[in-house]
């Protein structure tokens, strides 16, 4: 199937006019060289949709790929990992039907020809899964975007049982497989050992961001807590998440308790520390009503750091709950306008769609001048649901 299209142009052309939808210029699958590199340069123009098409043709050239089911192919690191590139591609482009039905020759991911023990003769000293562990997360996450949520669950618990599992064997100086070896060095072994504690920590993550999303605040702050003896060196990461989960079920103390606990070791400077501070302020001010006070929080974070988006969408959040729509409009005008390559995001242009709504009847006005700048500086990646144009 090919997703190469350009929905910005689209809706350039419906709303504007064939002259400015001319205007409109994107990296296409010509327009680069046909491998590795020109999907990298796609990627980095935020060509999504075309690099979804030249991970087709790549797989092609593997034996793989569109009207190739049900055919004998052989499988490569290569190979898997372009089907990484383009279902993480999909994900990213909110195509997550398509994305599960290119999932099905794959199954549960257990199939033995993704097994370097199935090509002897092409990797004869190697053993194991040629799937990238990241494709396996991918796998176990696609189920909650469709709705999904608790085999989501299933997927990723299943995939923290066997990494437990190895991290046993490591432990009982056996290889990953459990198996008595004398190979592995001492350095190796704990090498083994940190990769596979990175990847429960991930894991972990993982099921926390699903538990929340299905609104199960307790089993995921249950969560976090494993993650405080697992993930020493993201202390203050998690003490802020848990803060904030707490804000959630509105118990402000014990989320307050928690953003105390953040300690200025665990940041890289004392600004983004001062960062976090104001920001965690503001958020319980918000949960208690008290906006002006949160306003005044994310503004002088804002004006400490002119990139940070969180504070910038937050201080108009605040400027609307005071009753000052039209300083909220101009405050993200003036900076989606001024740097459109730092601050023309989807979460902004969604703001700022929602706030031209509420603003007069001439928001479909509004909203094209800022389709034009999209068309400007954005490429195909660029979610337009976000600007509410039918």
């Not at 199937?1 to 142009?9: S, T």
């Not at 398509?98 to 090509?119: K, R």
């Not at 400007?376 to 600007?387: A, D, E, I």
């Amino acid at each position: 199937m090919r997703y190469q299209g350009d929905p910005i142009r689209d809706l350039i052309l419906k709303h504007i006019g064939e002259h400015e939808a001319s205007k409109r210029l994107v990296l296409k699958v010509d327009s680069v060289s046909q491998d590795v590199s020109g999907l990298q340069q796609l990627i980095k123009a935020n060509s999504l949709r075309a690099a979804v098409d030249l991970t087709g043709q790549l797989l092609t050239a593997c034996g793989q790929g569109a009207r190739r089911a049900n055919q004998i192919s052989t499988n490569t690191p290569y190979s898997l990992q372009l089907w990484f590139v383009r279902l993480s591609l999909l994900a990213r482009l909110n195509l997550y039907g398509p994305a599960e039905c290119e999932w099905e020759p794959f199954g549960n991911l257990s199939n033995p020809d993704i097994f370097y023990e199935f090509y002897q003769s092409t990797f004869p000293n190697r053993k194991g899964s040629m799937v990238p562990f990241g494709m396996r997360i991918l796998h176990a996450e696609l189920p909650q975007h469709l709705g999904r949520c608790q085999q989501s669950l299933d997927r990723l618990y299943h995939m923290l049982s066997i990494v437990n599992k190895i991290q046993e064997n490591l432990l009982s100086d056996k290889d990953e497989y459990g198996l008595p070896s004398c190979e592995i060095t001492v350095s190796e072994r704990e090498e083994c050992k940190l990769i596979w504690r990175k990847r429960e920590a991930r894991l972990l993550y993982c099921i926390s961001n699903c538990l929340l999303s299905m609104k199960d605040y307790l089993n995921c702050l249950a969560t976090y807590r494993s993650l405080l003896t697992k993930d020493v060196e993201h202390k203050s990461d998690i003490h802020e998440a848990m803060g904030r989960v707490y804000l959630q079920l509105g118990d402000v103390e014990r989320a307050e308790m928690n953003f105390s606990l953040i300690q200025p070791s665990h940041f890289r400077n004392e600004q983004q520390y001062l960062s976090a501070k104001f920001l965690n302020r503001g958020f319980i001010d918000m949960s208690l009503g008290r906006y002006a006070e949160a306003y005044s929080s994310f503004k002088h974070l804002f004006e400490q750091d002119k990139n940070n988006l969180t504070a910038l969408n937050n201080m108009c959040v605040c400027a609307l709950y005071l009753g000052r729509l039209r300083e909220a409009l101009r405050q993200l005008e003036l900076i989606i306008y001024t740097s459109p390559k730092t601050f023309l995001q989807e979460v902004v242009v969604l703001n700022l769609c929602t706030l031209y709504e509420l603003e007069s009847s001439r928001a479909i006005v509004k909203k094209q001048n800022l389709l034009r700048l999209i068309g400007q500086h954005r490429g195909t990646g660029f979610n337009v649901s976000c600007l509410k144009m039918a």
